[in-house]
């Protein structure tokens, strides 16, 4: 399809890990981003990745990527509630940025 | 530097009536980006420019949507007349040299047409 696919809601709770998972479209996506949204506020960039990685890690955060089903994950370690936010997956091609719907974490204590 | 900067922060207007949001990105960044966000269809690429050129505005809903940058310092999308289904959260970004550059999104402003 054509779209950057993402479940809608995910509910963890306190220090417990949270993966947020995503699928995107095309094979030749150069970068793949992480963004968060916290309330009332604009997208952050969290994390990115290039498409010749399979994994990149900082501090709490991991991010997979397998090329071959297209699938891009963000995992946190620790969750807090701080962490409570949208978070947007997104893929670079050529002249085009997609973003997906994004997943909203509610951390709960 | 500031980050990209958007105005107003909020905006309620009665429906017909013209809306202008105003962005100012990051300076020395090349690339600028509308975007829309709503609960029903998550976030949107409206339009972006390119050296204040618009390069592709596929994404613009309607006539009633446009889009400036009269120079590299500023930019606004403009609604009129505006219907209540233009409600939504608009977002400017910015990117530096190369589309795949990373983008920096602004605070965004909160339109409210009743």
């Known amino acids: 399809g054509e779209d950057v696919e993402q479940s809608l809601f995910l509910s963890v709770r306190e220090g417990d890990s949270s993966v947020i998972n995503c699928t995107y479209t095309?094979?030749?996506?150069?970068?793949l981003y992480w963004y968060k949204q916290e309330p009332g506020a604009g997208l952050q960039l969290l994390t990115y990745i290039f498409s010749n990685m399979d994994m990149k890690q900082d501090q709490r955060l991991t991010v997979l990527l397998n090329k071959k089903d297209k699938h891009l994950s963000l995992r946190i370690a620790d969750t807090q509630t701080g962490d409570s936010a949208i978070y947007f997956c997104a893929e670079s091609i050529n002249n085009d940025m997609r973003f997906g719907a994004g997943t909203r974490l509610t951390v709960k204590p | 530097d500031a980050g990209v900067i958007q105005s107003p922060r909020h905006e309620v207007t009665e429906m017909g009536q013209e809306v202008t949001l105003r962005c100012k990105p990051i300076?020395?960044?090349?690339?600028l980006f509308w975007y829309r966000q709503t609960m029903m269809r998550g976030l949107e690429l409206l339009i972006y420019?390119?050296?204040?050129?618009?390069?592709?505005d596929s994404g613009m809903p309607e006539d009633r949507f446009s889009a400036k940058m009269p120079n590299a310092s500023f930019s606004t999308l403009k609604i009129q007349p505006s219907e209540p289904r233009d409600s939504a959260v608009y977002f400017c970004a910015s990117s530096l040299a190369q589309l795949t550059d990373t983008q920096y999104f602004g605070p965004g402003t909160r339109l409210t047409v009743l």
């Open positions: 300076s020395g960044h090349d690339y």
């Open positions: 095309d094979s030749s996506s150069t970068y």
């Open positions: 420019f390119n050296n204040n050129v618009p390069i592709d």
